[in-house]
């Protein structure tokens, strides 16, 4: 299984499950069919009553049918976080190549060099009279299947030029499962621990596992040797005479400190 994999600014990487070939064409099958249920309800219903106005049938069929069905896919991924109700289904998403969601005009960008999405319009309008149309948009289809057959990636022609990929949820690398923390947009803040930047990758990740933990006296005491050979290395004191918050703020400082690095470069 082809895997995007993304490197964090704390010198972890996230790895992302591309979707494979048979869950996205899986995924747009299920979205023809809704859009196509779509279709046959409208036509059954509303344009039926319509026809007999000649004046209002066309516009009927523009504004009611054509243009909800062309616009499907970019609306459901803008409100869905880059999902469809077929992706949805399927568990699969579309992202930008930093695992994070995709942007607006990502979204329209992909969305206006999908052929297959426009000649979708006429598939599922005409899917349960003239099958033999779905034949033709397998053909429209052909450069995209081609792009994502050669990408490493899986990207089609759309997301190569969006620069996003649509990844396998199942599989999916959290970013919360790492070191990293949130610590906002505190511009005044000042580290009190800079020291801390001379800890690894992998003592941080060890004090955030620490904080995970159920605690108990055994861990107590543990926790309590860690933080003081902490600041033995580091040549700081812990102010707060707590262990536990002590780490806490560690954990704070490391992240606002590679954060603003980040930023920066």
């Given at each position: 299984m082809a895997r995007l994999t993304v490197h964090t600014p704390f010198n972890i990487d996230l790895e992302f499950a591309v979707?494979?070939?048979?869950?996205?064409?899986?995924?747009?099958?299920?979205?023809?069919?809704?859009?196509?249920?779509?279709?046959?309800v409208m036509t059954s219903t509303v344009l039926d009553k319509a026809s007999e106005l000649d004046d209002l049938l066309e516009a009927s069929q523009l504004f009611l049918v054509?243009?909800?069905i062309y616009l499907y896919h970019l609306v459901c991924e803008l409100l869905m976080n880059g999902q469809s109700l077929g992706k949805k289904i399927m568990r699969i998403r579309v992202v930008n190549e930093s695992?994070?969601?995709?942007?607006?005009?990502?979204?329209?960008?992909?969305?206006?060099?999908?052929i297959p999405n426009l000649a979708s319009v006429g598939v599922?309008?005409?899917?349960?009279?003239?099958?033999?149309?779905?034949?033709?948009?397998?053909?429209?289809?052909?450069?995209?299947?081609?792009?994502?057959?050669?990408?490493?990636?899986?990207?089609?022609?759309?997301?190569?030029?969006?620069n996003t990929v649509v990844i396998d949820l199942r599989y999916?690398?959290?970013?919360?499962?790492?070191?990293?923390?949130?610590?906002?947009?505190?511009?005044?803040y000042v580290p009190k621990f800079p020291e801390v930047m001379q800890l690894t990758d992998k003592d941080i990740n060890t004090?955030?596992?620490?904080?995970?933990q159920k605690r108990t006296?055994?861990?107590?005491?543990?926790?309590?040797?860690?933080?003081?050979?902490?600041?033995?290395?580091?040549?700081?004191?812990?102010?707060?005479?707590?262990?536990?918050?002590?780490?806490?703020?560690?954990?704070?400082?490391?992240?606002?400190?590679?954060?603003?690095?980040?930023?920066?470069?």
């Open positions: 979707a494979p070939i048979f869950k996205r064409g899986a995924a747009y099958g299920i979205d023809l069919l809704i859009t196509a249920i779509f279709a046959f054509v243009l909800p695992g994070n969601a995709a942007s607006t005009s990502q979204f329209l960008l992909r969305w206006i060099l999908s599922a309008y005409y899917l349960l009279t003239m099958p033999v149309v779905v034949l033709a948009v397998g053909i429209l289809a052909l450069p995209d299947i081609i792009s994502m057959a050669i990408s490493e990636t899986g990207k089609r022609i759309g997301d190569r030029a969006a999916q690398t959290n970013i919360e499962h790492t070191i990293f923390r949130e610590v906002g947009t505190q511009t005044d004090l955030r596992n620490l904080l995970s006296s055994d861990l107590d005491l543990y926790v309590d040797r860690v933080a003081r050979r902490i600041e033995d290395v580091l040549k700081i004191h812990n102010n707060s005479m707590d262990p536990y918050y002590f780490f806490e703020e560690l954990l704070h400082d490391y992240n606002f400190i590679t954060q603003q690095k980040s930023n920066r470069s």
